[in-house]
């Protein structure tokens, strides 16, 4: 009976793996040869608000900040395909929820918005810290605690279009602290994206949705894959 009971747990999953533990093996990953530095610890040289005036968050000992309220920035460069590493700290909001607590986003190409957020235990949702906004749900959650260095590693293939006509869908892959929490999904542009088209390259864009996120160690390593 023992035995029968251990087989029927088995066959329902009662004793499934764990999710896997969010790791620091990308954490401070260093740009290889080939890549573009979009932040030197130094200055938001090289970004700029949506409006075309320089960024203006704040940097110090290496690491920029949003806001205060200050409106979203962008890289003056714009990219196909690439490869992206970027490390993000959440901000410790405990009275704050939902969407109101650490929350920030990654626009890849201006147009997917990886979410930013304090997701740490959570059920995955399209809406989490590691989805793609009302997308694409992550596989695990892979969030460490506020007030941690976290990092993402993205490769994004850039959609193909024969003039107007879209071809082949953008693609794209999230490591997230490690952990592969989307692996090689179709994706469409998010809504308030920069507003350029899909056809052409586009900026990373973070957003600035009024709380205290803090950004550092980000490049970025063009795929060149022609259209």
């Not at 810290?129 to 892979?142: D, E, L, M």
């Amino acid at each position: 009976m023992r035995l029968f009971c251990l087989a029927a747990a088995l066959a329902v999953g009662m004793f499934a793996p764990a999710d896997p533990k969010p790791n620091d093996s990308t954490l401070n990953a260093k740009p290889p040869e080939g890549a573009k530095v979009l932040f030197n610890g130094k200055s938001l040289e090289g970004w700029i608000h949506r409006d075309g005036k320089p960024a203006s968050w704040p940097v110090s000992d290496g690491v920029f900040t949003v806001g205060p309220k200050t409106g979203d920035i962008m890289t003056k460069d714009k990219f196909d395909g690439f490869k992206l590493h970027l490390e993000f700290n959440v901000p410790y909001m405990p009275k704050a929820t939902g969407q109101g607590r650490g929350n920030s986003g990654v626009y890849l190409a201006g147009l997917y918005e990886l979410q930013v957020l304090d997701s740490y235990g959570l059920k995955p949702q399209d809406n989490d810290c590691g989805a793609i906004y009302k997308q694409v749900i992550p596989k695990f959650n892979a969030c460490k605690p506020p007030l941690q260095w976290q990092t993402y590693d993205v490769t994004l293939h850039k959609a193909k279009y024969d003039g107007d006509k879209l071809v082949k869908k953008t693609r794209l892959t999230v490591v997230q602290n490690g952990i592969t929490i989307i692996d090689d999904a179709e994706i469409v542009p998010c809504p308030a994206n920069w507003g350029g088209k899909e056809s052409e390259p586009g900026p990373l864009l973070l957003q600035d949705h009024g709380n205290d996120v803090q950004y550092r160690n980000i490049w970025i390593v063009p795929l060149n894959e022609g259209k």
